[in-house]
């Protein structure tokens, strides 16, 4: 047994790099403990000594050896079970310290098993969960599977390592770029922003360091074929490349091509910018459910509002001063309904079919005023949550009779 034991952390040592020393003094706590059992006086104090040359073991209790027959059966048994036990801690803090280092780069592995929406990702070494938070909408796996995924954590558990992967947070497609595109590799092309709705668009930034290098051209690629393999990967995503400008104003109107824009107001102090758009391309700018106006504005960093250039014009009219119906007044013009209704702005609430819930909907989706909702069909708005076909076709029909 003595030699044996000897022998056996010898080659956990070398195979596993588990330290002998951390061995011994395990095992002999494990002893200790074991044979205070055996002695049935939990008052004393009891210590194991294992002889680091020969594999001596010996129980000793206030500097005096204590024999018993049972000893040597258990001390086979407990040396066992602690090694057991060590190599698996080992082995679980190899495989984290492993997977620790590599938080912020993608991996890959089989799609083991589903629970509750979860995806459970078989990576060899350990077993990964995706949670149905961290996927995109526009996957579909099944067992067996091979998977991409971005390591978004790594935390140890009672069972091991718990590493959490995703595929919906914007830093996947940053490392797809990464992956595909050499320049942003080798320093010489930069994502400077990112903003992504997952399953439906992304928008990236990039900037070239070196004058002779096209940080767009270099992201699309010969042919377009580094931007299409990572839409491919994200399963039809839509990928908008943009090019970054310190220059506010152009970088305003890369985040929003291809829509024409008009004019541009911007307040620094409050990082506020309103931009003013031709009347027929106000529903691209917005995007569907408010999704480009969005996605612009999270990539600059700053609050953005598009209006179109019949509502910017209106509310000019509304804002000339106030004394010029007093003075129609004196002439003897009747003041009309119409005429009163014109000195206020309109409020979607005014619309028929637009409640506070309505409204709310609406004004999530960017459509907020009456101008907007003008350029939309009732199948625009049918698409949102709690507006039907017939109540859409109520509020388009309402908003072009009020204007």
């Not at 494990?30 to 004393?44: C, D, Y």
């Not at 086979?76 to 620790?100: G, L, N, P």
């Not at 004058?211 to 931007?227: L, P, W």
């Not at 119409?338 to 459509?367: C, F, N, Q």
Request: one cysteine or more; glycine letters at 8%; a neutral charge.
């Amino acid at each position: 047994m003595n030699e044996e034991l000897l022998s056996v952390l010898e080659h956990i040592e070398r195979e596993k790099g588990i330290d002998k020393e951390f061995l011994f003094k395990a095992i002999e706590s494990a002893l200790a403990s074991a044979a205070k059992k055996i002695i049935g006086n939990k008052e004393i104090e009891v210590t194991a000594v294992i002889d680091r040359s020969t594999g001596e073991i010996k129980i000793m209790s206030e500097g005096k050896e204590i024999k018993s027959k049972e000893f040597g059966r258990i001390a086979a048994q407990t040396a066992k079970q602690v090694i057991i036990q060590k190599i698996r801690e080992a082995e679980r803090d190899i495989v984290f310290d492993d997977y620790q280092k590599r938080i912020g780069t993608i991996t890959s592995g089989l799609v083991h098993r589903f629970e509750k929406g979860d995806i459970i990702v078989d990576l060899g070494k350990t077993e990964a969960i995706m949670p149905r938070s961290q996927q995109s909408p526009k996957d579909h796996y099944k067992q067996g599977d091979r998977i991409r995924a971005y390591i978004l954590e790594v935390s140890k558990t009672t069972h091991g390592p718990q590493v959490i992967l995703s595929r919906s947070d914007a830093a996947f497609v940053k490392k797809l770029f990464e992956i595909e595109v050499p320049e942003i590799a080798e320093g010489i092309v930069e994502v400077k922003a990112i903003s992504r709705e997952a399953g439906e668009r992304t928008k990236i930034a990039v900037w070239s360091k070196d004058e002779k290098v096209d940080a767009v051209g270099a992201c699309v690629g010969m042919r377009g074929q580094r931007v299409k393999d990572i839409v491919r990967e994200l399963q039809g995503e839509r990928v908008d490349i943009i090019r970054w400008s310190d220059d506010i104003r152009e970088y305003v109107k890369a985040a929003l091509s291809p829509v024409e824009i008009s004019e541009i107001r911007i307040d620094k102090e409050a990082k506020k910018i309103e931009v003013v758009v031709p009347d027929d391309q106000l529903s691209i700018g917005i995007g569907k459910h408010g999704q480009n106006i969005r996605l612009a504005s999270k990539l600059i960093g700053w609050e953005m509002d598009i209006r179109g250039k019949g509502e910017k014009a209106k509310e000019a009219t509304e804002a000339k001063p106030a004394e010029e119906v007093p003075q129609a007044v004196a002439a003897g013009e009747e003041v009309t309904e119409k005429t009163e209704s014109a000195g206020r702005k309109i409020k979607l609430t005014d619309l028929d079919g637009v409640g506070p819930k309505v409204e709310k909907v609406l004004i999530a989706a960017g459509y907020d005023s009456v101008e907007k909702i003008k350029t939309l069909t009732a199948d625009d708005l049918a698409t949102l949550d709690g507006i039907g076909k017939k109540t859409a076709e109520k509020i388009i029909r309402s908003a072009k009779e009020l204007q």
